[in-house]
Every structure is written in structure tokens, then in C-alpha cells.
T-cell receptor
Framework: GAGVSQTPSNKVTEKGKYVELRCDPI?????LYWYRQSLGQGPEFLIY????????DSGLPNDRFFAVRPEGSVSTLKIQRTERGDSAVYLC?????????????FGPGTRLLVL | GNSVTQMEGPVTLSEEAFLTINCTYT??????LFWYVQYPGEGLQLLLK?????DKGSNKGFEATYRKETTSFHLEKGSVQVSDSAVYFC??????????FGAGTRLTVKP
């Protein structure tokens, strides 16, 4: 079946602009996660949704970052007033969300470059 | 808080050599442990996992055993191939919460 998909695959923007990154999870997966991966580093947790609600947003670095999942499926990560330090690969993952179903399935990522 | 520390790379081996990539963790409870792999130009893929102490995860000739006494989950393979060249990430998760990743270890296997 289809895996996690993310669009766009690459995004180049200018400092100060607003960007939206989209994630389509595996059908039926209730849990959705956003991570940020900087060059040479492991993924860093940003936010976790269970259904429509953000169960844990403790990883969002500041209030310029916001994510939504209004219907419990597709999610959008929004970054306002982008800064050069926001340049990274943004990864989305989903999991079934049932107890003991912790394996997360990752999308290919969106590579964001802020000039 | 929960964290993972893994062996720094890069690691360069000849084909058919034995591989070990060390991983240790810190956790408040009883996490599940994972190894993910990222091949060049591709996304993260689950390689193997173990959900409780003494479990052994295995896949594609790779193995890792969940050692609670040493808080470790070292990745091993008896005979690596050129196609195993990738970045390997150790990770842990408790419940359905966020996954904590190590910094990754780049493996290059030469023919």
C-alpha cells in the first residue's frame, strides 16, 4: 500500500516568508509525528498528533512553528517569518496509534532551504 | 529525559567484515528500541526493533539485543556488503510518544 507522502519534496524560500509543508500519513494511522533533521544529525521531534489533536507539541522550537491536522489525516506544518536556521529536512511519520504499535513509518521528507 | 547515544562515525569497512555499531540509551521507563537506516537519497526505513529486555531484533542479517542491564542495543552484522552502505540511527520510544534518535552513524563498505 501507499506509504507516508510529503509535499513538496524541496522548498526554497526567502528569509521572512511563510511556508507550509504537507504530510499524508498511511491510511488508517491515527498517530502522526513531525521531525526536523539538520545535516549530519538525527531527526529531532517537533510535534505529535493523536487524531486531530496535538498530544505533544513540546518539540516546536518557538511560536513561529505551528501544525494542524483538522480531519485526523493530512497534516500541515506551518512556519512563519522563516529564518536561515530553519533550513533542514522536515520529516513526517505515522503509526497505527494502538497500544504497543510504536513503529513509526517515515515519509521521504521536505528539504527546506531558507535563503 | 529519554536519550540515545550512538557510536560516532564514519565507519569504513571492507566487504565481508564484521560490523558493530554501539548504542546506549537513557530512559525513565521501559522503552522500545529501534534501528532505522537511511540509504543514500532515500527516507528513513525501519531496520529492526525490540520491545522488551532480552528481545533480539533481526532483519537482513542485522541483529540487536535489548540489554537492560547495560542499557544498550548494539547493532551487529557478521558480513557486511557494499549495499549496506548507509546511515544508521538508533532510537527509542515509550508508548506512542515521540521517538528519540541518536545522531546517526555513517557506514561505508568498500569492495
Amino acid at each position: 500500500g501507499a506509504g507516508v507522502s510529503q509535499t513538496p519534496s524541496n522548498k526554497v524560500t526567502e528569509k521572512g516568508k511563510y511556508v507550509e509543508l504537507r504530510c499524508d500519513p498511511i491510511s488508517g494511522h491515527t498517530a502522526l509525528y513531525w521531525y526536523r533533521q539538520s545535516l549530519g544529525q538525527g531527526p529531532e521531534f517537533l510535534i505529535y498528533f493523536q487524531g486531530t489533536g496535538a498530544a505533544d507539541d513540546s518539540g516546536l522550537p518557538n511560536d513561529r512553528f505551528f501544525a494542524v491536522r483538522p480531519e485526523g489525516s493530512v497534516s500541515t506544518l506551518k512556519i512563519q517569518r522563516t529564518e536561515r536556521g530553519d533550513s533542514a529536512v522536515y520529516l513526517c511519520a505515522s503509526s497505527p496509534g494502538s497500544p504497543n504499535q510504536e513503529t513509526q513509518y517515515f515519509g521521504p521528507g521536505t528539504r527546506l532551504l531558507v535563503l | 529525559g529519554n536519550s540515545v547515544t550512538q557510536m560516532e562515525g564514519p565507519v569504513t569497512l571492507s566487504e565481508e567484515a564484521f560490523l558493530t555499531i554501539n548504542c546506549t540509551y537513557t530512559a525513565t521507563g521501559y522503552p522500545s528500541l529501534f534501528w532505522y537506516v537511511q540509504y543514500p537519497g532515500e527516507g528513513l526505513q525501519l531496520l529492526l526493533k525490540a520491545t522488551k529486555a532480552d528481545d533480539k531484533g533481526s532483519n537482513k542479517g542485522f541483529e540487536a539485543t535489548y540489554r537492560k542491564e547495560t542499557t544498550s542495543f548494539h547493532l551487529e552484522k557478521g558480513s557486511v556488503q557494499v549495499s549496506d552502505s548507509a546511515v544508521y540511527f538508533c532510537a527509542l520510544s515509550e508508548g506512542n510518544n515521540d521517538m528519540r534518535f541518536g545522531a546517526g552513524t555513517r557506514l561505508t563498505v568498500k569492495p
